[in-house]
DNA sequence: CGAAGTCTTGAAAAATTTCAATTCCGGTGG
DNA sequence: CCACCGGAATTGAAATTTTTCAAGACTTCG
């Protein structure tokens, strides 16, 4: 586990901007498509935009969930964090995920931005009239609980049965799908610091900084620097990774 | 991880049996609840009830995906293996419980019986019908899909982050509350093996044993046999489970 | 260019797992 | 009804892994 440096807390960290659907980069992947195009201009009435910068907080752990998220650009952090500051990183949130229904009528999370973002909010009345007026909203709805459960449930296995190794490649494997990045594409970002990365898989940052020498050791990984990963083994990484694919 | 006995491939563990949903034991908890009264009937088309004795399996990983379940009696385990027999237990099914939705056209785990239990079985056909005609299921479904990753969610912070006896002391305690024991009940029964625990809680099974261990030591909790736990500090337990309620 | 924070590395400490008995419990059969 | 058998649970000791503590190197950004 990691404490937040004060960086995290700065001003203007969060601003709200106006918006343009229609032009929005990843509407194939939101659950904006999901809509009947006629029919999505209800939704955009319920939208507003946030940039967030860099460790900007979208929604902190205690306050009343008001709205769900979509996010536009950037990545968020999905974190829950114990009084004794044990922390954990429940997940990133990368472009055309959609977020932030629960069960509960209060945060359990706190949402923060990993690097400059920009997210759509949706307010949860709004969300719930579209869910009633549109049946296949609340279907996609649904497919994408049951995808994120299902991802939720892979993440349980890795942290309970995991090596650190195996955690790490697992993690670059699913980030790299994540991102959407191209199979000949031998380079992963690395927006998060190690600090993330270990509230991520259960591990200090010692042992994920130690893990990823191992895997740049055997040859599998090269680090240009700490935020960049470049594949050179990719089967190798992936038989590391294989007890989730 | 632990390896599994022989004596869980046993014949004739599963049987097909008749079904009288108006007398169910568990109607009002169950989503069948969620379809209004006179269309109910519809569900009803769709399922047949399974008995399964202890160990039993009710469905194999690598299987196509043809039903959902509802747990009418008894208790199940959802268990995800890995070539090596690293076992994780994904979750404990009690009677209630609606579950099999996922976004895989193959089954990840398997689901076995920990003792004797009856489970409804509803084809995936018909559900996705009943989706479509009953939005008042449809919603049910996604309710409870959040509810299943909020907790599955609070999972990974259990495994990512807590102690062995913080581990153990926050399972009994999601464990009284899911079969939904009265507050003055001290008593909470095990039906399921160490084994299973510890493959739940990310442990070995010599680790959750000295957690029971230490609780008792440290007069949490009394053990009458290894199957029956009798919380004797109601406090302390859930001072240890803090974490996660 | 310099300061602050981040990342890496090493060594010691702590925790959990592994290995190995022993004890306990439940079920079976005499 | 009781003794016995086998699997399950507990306990102890050694081994391993990961964490913790500490220091140094490297980035990044103002």
Redesign the pocket.
Known sequence: ?TTQ???RCRQHSRTVVPLDCARCAVRELAVCSSLPPPEADALERHVFSIELQANGELARAGQPCRHAYSVTSGMLRVVRTLPDARRQVVAFVTPGHFFGLSGHKVHRYSIEAVAASRVCAYGLDGIDELRQRFPSFEHALLERACRDLDDAHDSMLLLARL??LERLATFLVRLRQQMRIRGDDPFVALPM???DIADHL?????????S??RLREQGVIA?P???RVEILDRAALEELASALH
Chains 1, 2 share one sequence.
């Open positions: 586990m440096p004060l960086a090596s650190p610091g190690r600090g259960g591990l200090t940052v010692e042992t994920v900084s130690r990823f020498t680090l620097d700490p935020h």
